[in-house]
Nanobody, 123 residues
Framework: QVQLVESGGGLVQAGGSLRLSCAAS????????MGWFRQAPGKEREFVGI????????NHADSVKGRFTISRDNAKNTVYLQMNSLKPEDTAVYYC????????????????WGQGTQVTVSS
């Protein structure tokens, strides 16, 4: 079983940048597809991006494409989300998640979740 812990959230002005980290323990990190999701108050959880197990293949939601980049370092058991050109509508709790065997943008396909980290973008 994998435990995930996110960090790096905070308050930033519009146009700024943040890098989120998600540290994994308790499993073989390199076999998992890793995803980032976010949930704003009153809204459903939304897919942000996914990284394949080696990190060479990745995909991002249209809403963040060109601004956010998912990456991973399997030697450090960590997945990252670099967020640039942040907008107020990016304000949400950001979660990382691990999928043992599916390439998916659906939250129900992920078996393991972190506790989330708050990102607030002020205008």
């Amino acid at each position: 079983q994998v435990q995930l812990v996110e960090s790096g959230g905070g308050l930033v002005q519009a146009g700024g940048s943040l890098r989120l980290s998600c540290a994994a323990s308790g499993g073989t990190f390199s076999i998992y597809r890793m995803g980032w999701f976010r949930q704003a108050p009153g809204k459903e959880r939304e897919f942000v991006g996914i990284s394949g197990s080696s990190g060479t293949i990745r995909n991002h939601a249209d809403s963040v494409k060109g601004r956010f980049t998912i990456s991973r370092d399997n030697a450090k058991n960590t997945v990252y989300l670099q967020m640039n050109s942040l907008k107020p509508e990016d304000t949400a709790v950001y979660y990382c998640a691990a999928s043992p065997n599916l390439w998916s943008s659906r939250s129900e396909d992920y078996a393991y979740w972190g506790q989330g980290t708050q990102v607030t973008v002020s205008s």
